[in-house]
């Protein structure tokens, strides 16, 4: 086994994900399998291939633009305002976004 | 339906029809053949009669009513639709009312596009075969007791079965092309950038691109000619200007150099493969030249791509943490019972899966080893596929590996469902334009698409193949 059901309860913390016994064996059984199929990329030399993060990097010329051609032009815009930003809020109140208690008094 | 923009567009103009009337016709017929399909998750009949309205008043005055006047499209429910509910397919989302449109929306709305409904797929297009819908499985128009392909099934499905003209799909590790295929339908994953993923619910954000379905190749570049471009929203959408897709189809390929990957036979199923060899004779017969390459880190694409769009779903999916996207855990007592609580009711089985994979493969001690080997080896992917470029105009092959399975079929196995991506993941981890078109039917009737790949913002050699391919098959 690559993976014990430990690693996937202390991974499943992480995610924030609360996940039931049951879910924890089938979880690890489908994680060993994929993670098996991800290992075949050890089989390949890569210590001298520079990473890939993104696709337009790699097309730069292509696309014809400066780097700073990303940012906008400094121009002021109306934002979505308050009342939109909340509308699809579990619950609201007085301007923001409420979470259950966080600090005791 | 079998309307097309150009059609459509000739009947408005000479007064046949009003925009009005296709849009209410449209919109009876695709409830009524439902309940069939389930590929409709909403319907939106007062913003489609709007838009159809002012079609007509444009028309009525003289104006140009814009290049999809009167076109009645569906919309994957991952693309937010403002005031109109965007499910992603999820408990999740249910309830969810995007606040704006995506840039996509918009354009396809500006340009006169009717859009009449909100389609079903796999819970944030994690999925091949749209069995992983909160909200149930689309059945294939084709065959009803098979899968229309995923994860954007009910776009694919839509298209087959004639209850829209155009659709929009989200295509990440093929979610456009194989769907497209399993239904015989013509479906494209324009290069990486070319259309602004503003307003696309984002699974794995350097993967993922929006597309067009449609049952002629000819409808898809218009649509494509009216989504692509430079959208100040979207900081990776491109610069490159947008050729004129249309004037490229002119039925000849003659002389064009086509590659055919040796790498994408390994595996294939019979009746897939003698459909895909019979294609590439017609091309030759077309007056194309075809010519054997080499793609030879395929068979590691898999492998790449499912640690780099589970890692970034992982970071994507962080969100929906019962704070601002509608649902909350009722039964959770302290913040932190929200936060799980809220995500174990919400999300399904698939997308728990990847969350955990993506959550285990950039972990500490464990990034160089996963995520950073997959990048390196993405780039190896690329790098086969720019080479190839320097020998052919365009690169022809199948989708998948076999046509629609059964429902049911191959739930229990995610790691063979993930192996079946195998010839579409290539052309997304490269960033590269790629679609499929229908090309036959198996003994047993079912579609296979032939899939055309081309080099970045090529899509003009790619369209220009897939519409002789398609004038060939007429």
Known sequence: MRITEEEVRRVAELANLALTEEEIVRMTQDMDGILGHMDKLNELDTSSVEPMSQVLSIVSNSSGAEETATLRADIERKPLGNADALANAPVAGQGYFKVPRVIEK | ?474
């Open chain 2, 1 to 474: 339906m079998s309307a097309t923009v150009d059609s459509i567009r000739a009947d408005l103009l000479g007064k046949k029809i009003s925009a009005e009337e296709i849009a209410r016709d449209a919109l009876k017929f695709a409830e009524a053949e439902n309940p069939k399909t389930n590929a409709y998750l909403t319907f939106a009949p007062e913003r489609a009669l709007a838009h159809a309205r002012a079609v007509d008043q444009k028309i009525a005055a003289g104006q140009d009513p814009g290049p999809l006047a009167g076109v009645p499209i569906a919309v994957k429910d991952v693309i937010l639709t403002r005031g109109l509910r965007t499910t992603c397919a999820s408990r999740m989302l249910e309830n969810y009312i995007p606040p704006y449109d995506a840039t996509a929306v918009m354009r396809i709305e500006h340009a006169g596009g009717v859009i009449i409904g909100k389609t079903n797929c796999d819970e944030f297009a994690m999925g091949s075969s749209n069995e992983n819908s909160a909200f149930g499985p689309v059945r294939n128009p084709v065959a009803p007791d098979r899968v229309p392909g995923g994860s954007s099934g009910g776009s694919a499905a839509v298209i087959a079965q004639g209850t829209a003209v155009l659709s929009l799909g989200s295509d990440t590790g093929g979610s456009i092309r194989q769907p497209a295929s399993f239904c015989g339908v013509t479906g494209v994953t324009p290069t990486y950038g070319r259309v602004s993923r503003y307003g696309l619910t984002a699974f794995a954000s350097s993967l993922d691109h929006i597309g067009p379905f449609s049952r002629t190749v000819r409808d898809s570049a218009r649509l494509l000619q009216v989504m692509a471009g430079r959208d100040e929203m979207d900081s990776t959408s491109a610069f490159a200007p947008v050729p004129d897709y249309v004037a490229a189809l002119d039925g000849n390929i003659r002389g064009m150099k086509l590659g055919v990957p040796k790498e994408f036979f390994d595996g294939l199923a019979s009746d897939t493969g003698d459909i895909i060899h019979a294609a590439i004779q017609r091309l030759q017969k077309l007056g194309a030249e075809i010519r054997e390459i080499r793609l030879p880190h395929t068979p590691y694409a898999v492998g790449a791509y499912y640690i780099i769009c589970t890692a970034e779903a992982s970071s994507n999916l962080a969100r929906y943490d019962g704070v601002r996207y509608t649902r909350r855990s009722e039964t959770a007592g302290s913040l932190q019972e929200m936060y799980r609580q809220t995500r174990d009711e919400g999300f399904g089985a698939e997308c728990k899966r990847r969350i955990m994979l993506g959550t285990y493969v950039l972990s500490a001690g464990y990034y160089d080893a996963y995520y950073l080997k997959a990048q390196k080896v993405r780039a190896l992917v690329a790098r086969d596929y720019a080479q190839a470029f320097e020998q052919v105009d365009a690169i022809v092959g199948p989708v998948s590996p076999f046509p629609a399975f059964k429902l049911g079929e191959k739930v229990d196995d995610p790691t063979a469902m993930y192996l079946s991506d195998i010839y579409t993941v290539t052309g997304d981890l490269a960033g590269i334009p790629c679609m499929s078109v229908p090309s036959g039917k198996t003994a047993e009737g079912l579609p296979v698409g032939l899939q055309i790949l081309a080099n970045h913002f090529n899509e003009t050699a790619m369209f220009r193949v897939a519409d002789a391919f398609e004038r060939a098959s007429t």
